[in-house]
């Protein structure tokens, strides 16, 4: 049996899609697995013991169904669903199944706050997909193979090798990050070392946290590569972050976690840390949350709440 799933994106996403490829791969005697997803974030599978076969996104389409034209699938299980891949389901002609995304729903939740989405994890909705090949949930945690010779010693100064907090201060929106001066105060009550981690679009935020808080934060943001965060936060003694890639791969060591929301919720997407021992989720009730699916580059209504009001001493005390 030959199967192809799809998920072109993002990191999260990616990153829930993994216990699928697991059970599949394990549960189905002699299956040969193929990955189809955008270039920019093979780096996620591509280490993947689970995936045959790994596929990138061509420009045009027609380059990438003719690939995969040669492959002859059994089943397509495409866990997007959208208009690209369901062209690729349309062309290949063979069987498929695919992830229902509810959109009006969460139209209906954000718009006028009728929730009516049930509050089921994205990794079990990504596994309805697969009930028919007989496949079911091993309700372990997600995957992230990392692959690299990495040295703490010459990552992080001396002082911060052991038993320090990695904070992800990085998310693509502004409304999932929460403000400078929130994230600078809660450093401060922290009794730990802090190490910053994000990308080069956070790199002047951090400087302005670091420069506040003193010699207890090390700001790695935008000044090492991603499979070295990684690392870093595999290492670390508990991690705090917003709705972000690296905060979900963290899922994957089973690190304590502080899961920080802002203008988005978990529970509606279903991206809420999954099957992690130790996890708080920060966030506070209020009448105009959720404003987005994906967050927004400023709050609409101009006081942010959903960051200012989040309760520190409690974020603290989990730590």
Known sequence: MKILVIRFSSIGDIIYTTPVIRCIKQQLPDVELHYLTKSNFSFIVDNNPYIDKLFLLKSPLDETISDLRKEKYDYIIDLHNTLRSSIVKLKLGVK?????????KK???????????KPVHLVDRYLKTVEFLGVKNDNLPVDYFL???????KLLPPGYQQQYIAFIIGATHFTKRMPNEKVIELCRKLNFPVVLLGGKDVAANAEVIAEAVGLKIFNACGTIGF?????????????????????????????PIVSIWGSTVPELLGVQ?????????????????PCSKFGRRKCPLGHFKCMYDIDLNKIADFI
Not at 96 to 104: A, F, H, N, V
Not at 107 to 117: E, G, P, S
Not at 228 to 255: M, P, Q
Not at 282 to 289: E, F, K, N, S
Request: one cysteine or more.
């Open 96 to 104: 498929s199944s695919t992830y229902k995304k509810e959109r009006l």
């Open 107 to 117: 139209w209906l939740a954000i718009r006028y706050k009728i929730n009516l989405v």
């Open 147 to 153: 692959q690299g010779d990495f040295d703490l010693q």
């Open 227 to 255: 499979n070295e965060s990684v690392y870093l936060v595999k290492n670390a003694h508990k991690v705090i972050g917003f709705d972000t890639g690296l905060t979900h791969i963290a899922e994957a060591f089973n690190k």
């Open 273 to 289: 840390p999954y099957h992690v021992d130790e996890v708080y989720e920060a966030g506070v009730a209020l009448p105009c949350r």
